[in-house]
């Protein structure tokens, strides 16, 4: 069994930062891409941020230059750093880990967590 567990969303004011966290655990033997995806009532699921095992790293445009993802592979941990919070960066914030283990490699799911950005 395999979990993701997310943590560090809350509210935060237009212009704030918050730091998202993201840590696989069970019987693992490895984690490849780890990514970070977005959703806001009515609207799809959105890549925000992803890095490889190898720590290439892709930032889509609508968020270059105030998110940042990094990752400790030894933790099996992703972050994703944000600043300059905007108002229509609110969204429940998902992790993504595609994960080796016994029976293969399989794409996992974090339960979300809420980021807010209001005055």
């Known amino acids: 069994q395999v979990q993701l567990v997310e943590s560090g969303g809350g509210l935060v004011q237009p212009g704030g930062s918050l730091r998202l966290s993201c840590k696989a655990s069970?019987?693992?033997?490895?984690?490849?891409?780890m990514s970070w995806y977005r959703q806001s009532p009515g609207k799809g699921r959105e890549l925000v941020a992803l890095?490889?095992?190898?720590?290439?790293?892709y930032i889509p445009d609508s968020v270059k230059g105030r998110f940042t993802i990094s990752r400790d592979i030894d933790k099996n941990t992703v972050y994703l750093q944000m600043n300059k919070l905007k108002p229509e960066d609110t969204a429940v914030y998902y992790c993504?880990?595609?994960?080796?283990?016994?029976?293969?490699?399989?794409?996992?799911w974090g339960q979300g967590t809420q980021v807010t950005v209001a005055s």
């Open positions: 993504n880990a595609i994960v080796r283990r016994s029976v293969g490699t399989t794409p996992h």
């Open positions: 890095v490889s095992r190898d720590g290439n790293k």
């Open positions: 069970g019987v693992i033997f490895a984690t490849d891409d």
